[in-house]
């Protein structure tokens, strides 16, 4: 009885291990990414903007693949693709990504995406607005080209305003924006039956594994960003974890810090390249061309958590493959982190700018995130 009270110990601690480590390392590089990066900002600020963009785009995909050493490399994910792979993977767009939400690591499964086209810099995000409150996170995701928005209180010019940055046809972009508008969570029962409540309202049919998609926003991004566009990556997203039991078919997706431990051994992406001509301009018809889109996801979710479909035989009917990560590229900006982080953590004055990189570009970000009133 005491081995196996410790052997469970033993594996207990070194799962908090496998959380914990990644964790502090990932945030601990951010004081010196945020120093390199405001050495940029100063240094290209006389340039044009979209050549600030051109760098920092390089910089932020260096950080992602350092990201996803962590995620794909040591977590031991695998990434499965189906759908319009060639298409996506083949050669480098600007897009609008929407997908279905139900985690933190949706965020992380954008990136993985995206690296398999080279794009993993040009990722963007539209955002609730409390997250430009994370300290120095907020302040840097506004200067490459995020948008917050206000969940309770849209307001459409503001978000038009900070659209029109990416309208510049030399700063590529991949827009990402979750149009459920919050993580769909099988445990939140008051959440789904309001979601089928608003649908129902509105005349629509109810879903049962996503949240009726609001469409304003994602509407809004169209309307301005169409011209420097070349098409809608309509991704859903599926966690092999999250595959319940007959008593309860869906768990719930698992965090950033969960899924880095391991726990989830494979992540399936079904990706829909939609080509602009085929969106409708109508904002009308845009509403209910959205929702069939999040129908036909509804039904793709239904038919494997249902146990209607397994992964293996709907991959070999859709073409899929396991899509490897690059090992070598990702370990090098392991290793460029790692290399940088030499003056902050072995010299006296590299510790002392360290916290003060926390502190005052903290404050900074605020002050002028407030000045922007960015949201």
């Not at 996503?210 to 991004?221: Q, S, W």
């Not at 070349?230 to 859903?236: E, G, L, P």
């Amino acid at each position: 009885m005491l081995r196996f009270h410790s052997s469970i110990t033993v594996k207990e601690c070194l799962k908090h291990v496998k959380m914990v480590v990644p964790s502090i390392i990932m945030f601990g590089v951010v004081p010196q990414y945020f120093f390199v990066w405001i050495a940029w900002r100063f240094m290209s600020c006389v340039l044009p903007h979209w050549v600030y963009q051109a760098g920092d785009d390089i910089y932020y995909s260096i950080y992602q693949k350092f990201v996803l050493f962590f995620f794909e490399h040591v977590a031991g994910t695998q990434l499965f693709l189906f759908g319009n792979v060639e298409e996506v993977t083949t050669k480098k767009e600007r897009v609008i990504y929407i997908s279905n939400h139900q985690s933190t690591v949706d965020w992380v499964v954008v990136h993985m995406l995206a690296d398999r086209q080279g794009s993993i810099g040009h990722v963007r995000y539209v955002m609730k607005d409390s997250l430009q409150m994370v300290p120095l996170y907020g302040f840097y995701f506004y200067e490459h080209g995020c948008v917050f928005v206000k969940r309770n209180f849209f307001d459409s010019r503001k978000m038009i305003s900070s659209l029109q940055y990416l309208q510049n046809p030399k700063i590529p972009t991949w827009m990402v924006i979750f149009p459920e508008g919050t993580r769909y969570n099988p445990e939140n029962l008051d959440l789904i039956e309001k979601s089928r409540s608003f649908a129902n309202e509105r005349g629509l049919v109810p879903l049962k594994h996503v949240l009726t998609p609001k469409y304003k926003g994602f509407y809004i991004a169209i309307e301005n960003m169409k011209n420097n566009l070349d098409a809608i990556y309509d991704a859903t997203v599926i966690y092999s974890c999250t595959k319940g039991n007959t008593k309860t078919l869906r768990t719930k997706a698992p965090s950033m810090f969960e899924f880095v431990t391991g726990c989830c051994d494979a992540v399936y992406i079904h990706i829909n390249r939609i080509d602009m001509c085929s969106i409708p301009a109508k904002e009308t018809e845009f509403k209910l061309w959205l929702h069939d889109i999040f129908l036909n996801k509804d039904k793709l979710l239904d038919d494997y958590y249902g146990g209607k479909i397994s992964p293996s035989n709907y991959f070999s009917q859709s073409r899929a493959y396991r899509s490897p990560p690059n090992l070598l590229s990702n370990l090098g900006c392991c290793l460029f982190f790692a290399t940088i982080s030499v003056p902050f953590v072995f010299t006296t004055y590299g510790r002392s700018l360290y916290w003060k990189t926390w502190v005052f570009g903290t404050i900074f970000g605020y002050f002028w995130l407030g000045i922007r009133s960015v949201s």
